[in-house]
């Protein structure tokens, strides 16, 4: 899960980062767009703090990852970022636990057995089982005596069986009904909620549709002024250059002495 939640963040980060790099101004355009007109000696204008770049992803504008050289090179990206971090391990920071079974031996022992992966011993049904005493033991007043407890035992539990029989034929229906009926509520409410839910994230969904392919022209515009702009301010400083260089020659011509 960790993998997952980082590579989803990798995957974002590396597809805004294409995005940035298409349409990132380079600090020298910049100065041309606002500084081309001016003067060379113009005063220093005070340092302007760094815009905060907020990561978003525009999914209806930004299409550039369904271009499959993009996405080959976001899936790069991805990769390389997944090879710089280890991932954690979550259980370091916990000792090793270690069960102390004082006074209680029966506890050890079945630790032991599952440790050790052994099969569960069968259970002994013996003790539910009515039998006389061992041929060699009909005379033995002892053995007669235990086999009359065990048989009282089992009628007894016999006789609670059928209270129980009795009680759920009269009372088993009802409390089933019952039973149900609040499990009918608890997935109404719960299927209410699911819906809820779905609304409100196909709402947002829709909402973010809207706003994307509203503003999506404006951004395509905002961009061709500024690649126009930069443009402009290159050939204007192209210009510039050609003058500068026509300008140093007649200054040559004039002064053949000046540098």
Sequence with gaps: QHDATHRAGARLRAHHHIALHQTRRRPEQQKRVGLA?????AAPMAALPAPRTQ????PYVDTQYNDPAVRKQVDALVQAELKTFKPAEYLAKFPSFEPKFQDHPILEAEWMRVSEEQPMPQMDTSRYQLEPPPPGKQGNAAAWERAVNNA???LEHQANRLDNLELLHKYGANLWRLHLNSLEAASSRMS???EEIVAKIMEVNRKRK???VDLGPKLSQLEADWVATVKKNLEIEGQIALLQAECQTYRKQLDPTAQ
């Design 37 to 41: 007109m001016e003067p060379e000696t």
């Design 55 to 58: 990561l978003d992803c525009l």
């Design 152 to 154: 009282r035992a089992q």
């Design 192 to 194: 209410k909620e699911k």
């Design 210 to 212: 809207l706003e994307q």
